[in-house]
């Protein structure tokens, strides 16, 4: 048999990065990046040093050569990417359409730096001419990163103003909203819970009926009040009493001065006195105000130990009590409405005012001429529509 001869055919890949490019690459971090390339820098230097019998640096990475390897950094990636602004720099000629704003200029070192009107101003060089760093190179989304964390997991214009004292990176905006997006601890902070899908209004909202046939009640306070008008009158607590039509949207207030069956009771006769009887009585479950407060304690205590009770009395009215599953506030979100409108109105009015038994009873009572004025619907700027419907209208 005849010899063949094998031929071996190598084959050689020229690598365009260089090697600072592949380490902010790799790097997780600017600190991380600054301190290899700080040690890289300092082991080329200690080759030539030994030639030439100068004694090697072996002590921590100093403030220097932070510098020097931040500015190598810098160089590197704006010789990578911006190598033809670099030469229309040195040749004079204009710079391309997205700089041309900018006004670029090259510095003693060679780095291309942004212009400005900022030239005879007392700001530190950096801060009136800063660096300018290519929005795709992996150094911006280094700095991005560091002066995040620098600014506490700030968000984007905090951190844009850190950075733009020593970079000006060229669509930093829409980056950092990226980095930041990124930011896993800020990510799960700036989480949306679930909606979940709402269920059917309860039938009682629909029923035609007379306003304050079906009601929700729910307790808002404790607020203070005096208990006379004389100079140093005591000081007690008392707790509104919120009815509120389900059908119509209409709210009664009442005051009571205490957390018991007999206060309550008072307060409930003088709503059926002036808005007749009503059929049901919707209201939470006292387990909704566990760990709100020790004022919240004291009405779950109440309406805990006072549900037969109070159920029982009101059964000889033929008026049904119904109260919502435990932990389950949202079944009763259109009363929990009208404690934070009338909460809106008091604050306001009240301030820190402390007022008598019959101040406080005739501020309720104009807050709640107030909420059933408002309109149930949206307003039309149409002049010809006719006047809005209110729950008043229906009382």
Known sequence: LLEIKCESLTIIQKNEKSIVIEILE????????????????????NLQNSKNGITLARSSITPRELKDSIDLSV??????????????????????????SLALFLDEDGFIRVGGR????????SVKHPLLIPRSSCLAKLICDHYHLLSLHGGPR????????????VGIRQLLRERIFRCHKCYLFQAKPVTPKMADLPSVRFQNEKAFFNVGV???????????????APISKGYIVIF????????HLEFATSLSTPSF?????RFVARRGLCKQIYSDCGTNFQG????????????????????????????????????????????????KSTKHHLSRILGHLTLTYEEMITLLYRIEAVLNSRPLGSMTTDPNDGDYLSPGHFL
């Open 218 to 232: 729910d307790y808002a306070g404790p607020f203070e009040f005096r208990e006379g008008s004389r100079r140093k």
């Open 26 to 45: 790799n790097s997780s971090s600017l600190t991380k990046a600054k301190s290899v390339l700080a040690f890289v820098l300092r082991f080329i230097r």
């Open 118 to 125: 900022l030239r005879d101003s007392i700001l530190p060089y």
């Open 158 to 169: 905090i951190t844009q103003s850190l950075i733009q004292r020593q970079f000006w990176i």
């Open 265 to 269: 009771l008072a307060a409930f006769d």
């Open 75 to 100: 160089h590197e990636s704006q010789e990578s990417l911006l190598s033809s602004e670099i030469q229309n720099l040195k040749k004079n000629k204009p710079s391309s359409p997205k700089f041309c």
């Open 292 to 339: 709100a407060s020790n004022h919240h304690a004291e009405v779950q205590r109440y309406l805990k130990e006072n549900n037969e009770d109070l159920a029982n009395k009101l059964s000889k009215r033929e008026i049904k009590w119904i109260f919502n599953p435990p932990a389950a506030p949202h079944f009763g979100g259109i009363w929990e409405a009208a404690v």
């Open 244 to 251: 509120v039509c389900l059908a119509t949207k209409a709210a």
